[in-house]
């Protein structure tokens, strides 16, 4: 609440917001169509209703703006701005829940769209409807994951019946995307914690994507593969394999995922764990970053 007539933090940041956004001409519902931002989470942030918004959300706003960080903070106090603005980050940290390491899921979090769009653009060299392209992929996935069947074997599966040569790992990385603002999640929280990379993946596939820098490269202390493991989201070897690769106890492992079953596998085992949505992941990388961030 206000004291003493003064604004107190988090209403000196909502009204400098809605200054900026007034600025460019925005009413509130043109800046949450411009930036993806829910209009619940902006009102918030402009009532002062949300306690050090993440600097994730601010950046981005700036952006939309057409701002520089910087400047959209220009009149906020010191003690105002959030925290990942303040300073750098010092070490790896521990959050309030006593985080230490966070897995990070790659199809549906890092990345997104591969497989739909790579079905699609076989459909039409093809002429094969996608339901059956579809089909046909559903049914070899979870094994060419665990390595049980090679990524040949798929493909001779899918030429078969495509009447075609098919190379699924150049039509998935052809097709494959960073999701929007990852990079600036990944890179702060590799920072600041231990993080790693936690997979179904087909072989083949994370590599290129690291190399090519579709995949954020920073440091990961570990990346478990699936293909390369032979065990898979959501069975108990797959987490126990990372948990021991991480070198860190249960309760101190978090896992980012799209896949409500994985994260229940997670939390069976006493990890700490947050959904993600690739296809808005203003949201999502929100909640992450408050949920990550560091005990005092």
Not at 38 to 64: N, W
Not at 86 to 97: A, I, M, Q, Y
Not at 217 to 242: G, Q
Request: charged letters at 20%; one cysteine or more; proline letters at 4%.
């Amino acid at each position: 609440m206000d004291v003493g007539g003064s604004l107190t933090e988090e209403k000196q940041l909502g009204r400098v917001v809605a200054a900026a956004r007034k600025a460019a001409g925005l009413t509130q519902q043109g800046l949450c169509y411009k930036s993806g931002l829910s209009y619940s989470t902006l009102a918030k942030i402009e009532r002062g209703a949300i306690r050090a918004p993440s600097v994730f959300t601010l950046k981005h706003l700036a952006s939309t703006l057409g701002v520089s960080l910087d400047d959209l903070l220009r009149d906020v106090s010191g003690d105002a701005r959030p925290a990942a603005v303040l300073s750098e980050p010092r070490g790896k940290k521990v959050t309030k829940n006593g985080v230490r390491f966070v897995y990070f899921d790659m199809n549906g979090c890092l990345v997104r769209g591969a497989t739909n769009r790579a079905v699609a653009t076989l459909s039409e060299e093809s002429g094969v409807p996608v339901e059956t392209i579809e089909t046909l992929y559903w049914q070899h996935n979870n094994a060419v994951c665990r390595g049980d069947v090679s990524i040949d074997q798929l493909n001779t599966v899918l030429a078969e019946r495509l009447g075609m040569m098919v190379d699924w790992n150049r039509y998935y990385l052809q097709a494959v995307e960073a999701t929007p603002g990852m990079f600036e999640l990944i890179t702060w929280a590799a920072e600041n914690y231990e993080i790693g990379i936690l997979t179904n993946a087909m072989p083949g596939q994370v590599n290129p994507m690291l190399a090519s820098g579709v995949l954020p490269r920073v440091r990961y202390t570990s990346i478990v593969d699936s293909s390369e493991v032979h065990a898979l989201k959501p069975e108990n070897r797959m987490f126990e394999i990372a948990a021991e690769r991480a070198g860190v106890a249960p309760h101190e492992l978090m896992l980012v995922d799209d896949d409500r079953v994985n994260l229940g596998g997670a939390a069976e085992l006493g990890w700490h764990t947050m959904g993600f949505d690739a296809y808005h992941p203003e949201e999502s990388i929100v909640a992450v970053s408050t949920a990550l961030q560091p005990a005092e």
